[in-house]
Every structure is written in structure tokens, then in C-alpha cells.
């Protein structure tokens, strides 16, 4: 019997949506655009775009940023976004430092006309699996100014 309602109540978590995410709009003056990013977001912005930090303060931040400069590699990888958004990136491995394992991910990110280079970087602790393909969810909301 016991085992029988834990298999439900786990099939009932596994079909359980996460909860929303709070999020906010953040503008990039230098790159004339804007993107939604998770409500805590550290924003910095520079001359010619912006760096993300998602969960300031933490052991292992995700970031990502977003630059005017032409990219220094597009990336085999690729992909479509949103209408208009679309992305060629390459993910790059290594077993990083005292954080753990890190991922980065370097590319290309067309938006209509306009051309941004993109990097996003992740860090797990040990045993965990980083993935910085985490900020394309991000990156898909991004609208030039016209």
C-alpha cells in the first residue's frame, strides 16, 4: 500500500508544471534592445551591451552577456529562437575549479538585422551536469528597438 501511494505521489510530481518564474524587462541602451530576465537579476550594462547575473551572491551564479562586437566564434550548433530570434553557438566543457564543472556557452545571436555576440556560462558542483544552453529560454525574448 505504501508503495503504491508513493508512486503516486511521485507520477503527480513528475506531471506538476514548475512554478512561474517572476520576471522583469531588462533594456540594453547600447544595443537598442531589451529581453525579460528573472526578477533578481543583477544587470550591468557597459558601452556595447550588458552582463547578466542570475542568483547574485551564490557559489555558482549563472551568467550570460551581450555585446555589439562582432562575435569571435559563431558556432556549428544552431538554432531558432522566436520569430525574427535565432542563434549559432558551440558549447564548451572543462572541469572548471573549487565551483565544479563548468559549461560555456559562445555565439552568435541574430536578431532580424542586428547581430549580438552572446556568452552564457554555468557551474555545478560535483557530480552535477552544467549546461549553459539554460539562458537560449532567456535570449528568445530579446526585441530590438525599431
Known amino acids: 500500500m505504501t508503495r503504491v501511494a508513493l508512486s503516486a505521489l511521485v ?4 506531471c506538476t508544471p514548475p512554478p512561474a518564474v517572476a520576471t522583469k524587462r531588462a533594456e ?9 530576465v528573472p526578477a533578481g537579476t543583477e544587470v550591468m550594462l557597459d558601452d556595447d551591451g550588458a552582463t547578466f547575473v542570475l542568483e547574485p551572491g551564490t557559489r555558482a551564479p549563472h551568467s550570460f552577456s551581450l555585446h555589439a562586437r562582432a562575435p569571435a ?3 556549428e ?3 531558432v529562437l ?3 530570434v535565432s542563434i549559432a553557438y ?3 566543457a572543462n572541469d572548471g575549479g573549487s565551483g565544479g564543472s563548468e559549461s560555456t556557452l559562445v555565439g552568435s545571436l541574430q536578431v532580424g538585422s542586428s547581430e ?6 554555468d557551474q ?3 557530480p552535477g551536469d552544467p549546461d549553459a544552453s539554460w539562458c537560449l529560454t532567456w535570449l528568445a525574448t530579446i526585441r530590438v528597438d525599431r
Open 90 to 92: 558551440a558549447l564548451e
Open 73 to 75: 566564434q559563431r558556432g
Open 124 to 126: 555545478d558542483e560535483w
Open 28 to 36: 540594453i541602451p547600447a544595443l537598442r534592445c531589451s529581453l525579460d
Open 116 to 121: 549580438f555576440a552572446v556568452k552564457c556560462h
Open 77 to 79: 550548433l544552431r538554432q
Open 82 to 84: 522566436a520569430a525574427d
Open 11 to 14: 507520477l503527480l510530481l513528475a
